[in-house]
C-alpha cells in the first residue's frame, strides 16, 4: 500500500469550508483543471455527508484536463463524520482507493487534511502512481489555499 499525507491550513473557518469541500462541485474545484470527475447531475450539490455508507454512490469518470478518460472510479463511503469522511473506493486504476478527509477549526480558520492509502491495480515502475497522486493531492490543497488564504501562524 501507497501512503500519503497533506495538510493545508486555511484562514476560512471550518463550516464555510466543508459547506463547499463536501459537495461534488467543491471536488471538482480542487481538481481543476488537472482532473475532474464525472457525477450524475442530481449530487452536484449533494452534501457528500448524506451519502449511503459502504456502497457505490456513483461511477465516476476521471477526466485528465476535464476530457480525457483515465480511470472509471467507484465512489464508495465507509464513514461520515461532522468535519469529514472515509471513503474506500476502488477504480480500473486502483484495487484500493482510502482516502480520509477533516476539516477541523483553527483559531479563525481551519486544518484541512488528507491522508491517502492505495493500492494500484498494476505496478508502476519508480513510485509513478505516489507522484501522480502527491501532484494531484498538492494541486488540490495549492487550490484550496488560494481559494480560502492561508491561517497565518
Known amino acids: 500500500m501507497i501512503r500519503l499525507r497533506f ?4 484562514a476560512t473557518p471550518a463550516p464555510d469550508v466543508l459547506a463547499e469541500a463536501l ?3 467543491g471536488v471538482n474545484a480542487e481538481l481543476m483543471p488537472l482532473v475532474r470527475m464525472s457525477y450524475p447531475r442530481e449530487v452536484e450539490n449533494f452534501d457528500l455527508q448524506q451519502a449511503p455508507l459502504k456502497q457505490t454512490l456513483f461511477q465516476s469518470w476521471l477526466l485528465l484536463g476535464g476530457v480525457i478518460p483515465m480511470d472509471r ?3 464508495t463511503f465507509e464513514a461520515l463524520y461532522d468535519n469529514g469522511f472515509d ?3 476502488t477504480s480500473w486504476v486502483q484495487r484500493v482507493w482510502i482516502h480520509r478527509r477533516r476539516i477541523v477549526e483553527q483559531g479563525k480558520g481551519c ?4 491522508e491517502l492509502e492505495f493500492q494500484p491495480r498494476l505496478p508502476l515502475p519508480g513510485g509513478l ?3 501522480l497522486a502527491r501532484r494531484v493531492f498538492e494541486h488540490r490543497h495549492a ?3 488560494d481559494r480560502y488564504g492561508v491561517l497565518p501562524d
Open 7 to 10: 495538510e493545508s491550513r486555511l
Open 23 to 25: 459537495t461534488m462541485r
Open 73 to 75: 472510479h467507484a465512489l
Open 87 to 89: 471513503e474506500r473506493s
Open 111 to 114: 486544518i484541512v487534511t488528507d
Open 129 to 131: 502512481a505516489a507522484a
Open 143 to 145: 487550490r484550496l489555499r
